[in-house]
Every structure is written in structure tokens, then in C-alpha cells.
């Protein structure tokens, strides 16, 4: 999986460098999780999916078992930047409200700050 992680004060930015999310990405964003979360420090991951154009249940499972872990560990866990199509596949999903995605990465780091 191409990705890149950042800190932005203390919250973890995965940046998702790929434009599917699918059956072969999937494992490897699992496995990114855990290793974010076994930093026993963090408390916020904000996951950047602006570049990332078509998902698939894989997909989708992959960010619920992120969202899972965190709030598991008590770690704040939060999208941004889901493009029409991943938005819409949340939405047949009936995701929206358990994976919240923000427009942009400034609305997602105030609304994490505030967790």
C-alpha cells in the first residue's frame, strides 16, 4: 500500500496514496492500524482519502475494523476527503454515521481536537 503518515500535532494523518481502496489494499490499511495503535501515545488517527477514487467492501471493511480497533484502545478515529463515489458507497452502506468523513483535513483535525 502506498501511504504516507504524518503527525500534525499529536494526531496521526494516514494519507491513502492510492485511488482504490479494495480487496488488496485492505489488508495492508489493517495492518497499518495496528501499528499505529500499538504507539501506546497516540490518541487520534485522522485517515486522508482525498486521492482515493473507487472502494470496495474490502475496503470499507478495513476502515471499520480501524475505527473498531481505535475505539478498542480509546483512540479517536476519523476520515476526510471521501470523494462522490466513496461517499456514496458509505451511504448504501448506511456508514455515514459510524465513518465520519470530513470535507477537508482542517474541519477533521478541529472536530478531533474537540474529542
Known amino acids: 500500500m502506498n501511504f504516507l503518515l504524518e503527525e500534525v500535532d499529536d494526531i496521526a494523518v494516514l494519507r491513502l496514496k492510492e485511488p ?3 480487496s488488496m489494499i485492505a489488508p495492508d490499511l489493517k495492518a497499518q492500524v495496528l501499528v499505529l495503535l ?4 497516540r490518541t487520534k488517527i485522522i485517515v486522508d482519502l482525498s ?4 472502494a470496495d467492501s474490502s475496503g470499507l471493511g478495513a476502515l471499520l475494523f480501524g475505527l473498531r480497533q481505535s475505539r478498542e484502545n480509546g ?4 476520515l476526510f476527503g471521501a470523494q462522490k463515489r466513496v461517499l456514496t458507497l458509505l451511504q448504501i452502506a448506511h456508514l455515514r454515521d459510524v465513518l ?3 470535507a477537508s483535513e482542517e474541519e477533521a483535525i ?3 481536537q474537540q474529542q
Open 38 to 41: 500499538s504507539n501506546t501515545n
Open 100 to 102: 465520519v468523513n470530513y
Open 110 to 112: 478541529n472536530a478531533i
Open 51 to 54: 486521492q482515493v477514487t473507487y
Open 20 to 22: 482504490r481502496l479494495d
Open 75 to 78: 483512540i479517536a478515529f476519523l
